[in-house]
């Protein structure tokens, strides 16, 4: 049982470069996030899904885009890489009984 | 806006010593609150409260929850290198199905 598998765990991107970061749940939850984490603070929400077709924005959504069309992936999009977005990324999921699982983390380097 | 402070930000004790972690917070349509604790990656779980004046038990660690002054405490007894860690504190709520994350107390254990 893999639970939440990012991916990758580590790069380093030039400003204006884009990427996605992938996200991959087995248990077939319906809830999906992505939260940042950048040093010394908790983690800020970026965008969720409450299931396969549907996106929301959360606190931070600026830089950033999100899909789901699937209910196992939940890909981040970064369009055009700015320092600011130099952070520790992370995918979660949320089953029914209310916990939440996190993936291992996206270090993300913009330079 | 939804709120979560926790503190202290950072704590430095020695093995033996009890620790007391504090989380306050302001949420509409609270559900839950949980506390992770965060090593060198994703935040691992520990508790979930739901209920105000029911301590949650795990080994050395508790947590309680009180829902009148939007307040939770975890405690650590006997602590040991092994606790040094991030502690976060997050707030799920019934409408967006989210969790808003505190900014994390770092405990330090020195042997």
């Known amino acids: 049982n893999a639970g939440v598998t990012q991916t990758p765990k580590f790069r380093i991107l030039k400003i204006g470069q884009s990427m996605t970061l992938q996200c991959t749940q087995d248990m077939n939850h319906n809830y999906m996030y992505w939260y940042r984490q950048d040093p010394g603070m908790g983690l800020k929400l970026i965008y969720y899904s409450v299931g396969a077709g549907i996106t929301d924005k959360g606190e931070v959504p600026n830089g950033y885009n999100v899909s789901r069309s699937t209910t196992e992936d939940f890909p981040l999009r970064l369009e055009l890489a700015a320092p600011s977005q130099t952070s520790v990324y992370f995918c979660?999921?949320?089953?029914?009984?209310?916990?939440?699982?996190f993936g291992s983390g996206t270090r993300l380097t913009v330079v | 806006e939804d709120k979560v402070v926790q503190s202290p930000l950072s704590l430095v004790v020695h093995e033996g010593d009890t620790v007391t972690l504090n989380c306050s917070y302001e949420?509409?349509?609270?559900?839950?609150l949980l506390w992770y604790k965060q090593e060198k990656k994703a935040p691992t779980f520990l508790f979930m409260l739901?209920?105000?004046?029911i301590e949650k038990k795990s080994g050395r660690l508790s947590s309680i929850l009180d829902k009148k002054e939007l307040f939770s405490i975890l405690n650590i007894t006997a602590t040991q290198t092994g606790d040094s860690a991030v502690y976060l504190c997050a707030v799920d709520r019934n409408a967006g199905n989210m969790l808003t994350f505190g900014g994390g107390t770092r405990l330090m254990v020195k042997p």
């Open positions: 739901t209920s105000s004046g």
């Open positions: 949420v509409t349509n609270f559900r839950s």
């Open positions: 979660a999921s949320r089953g029914t009984g209310g916990g939440y699982t």
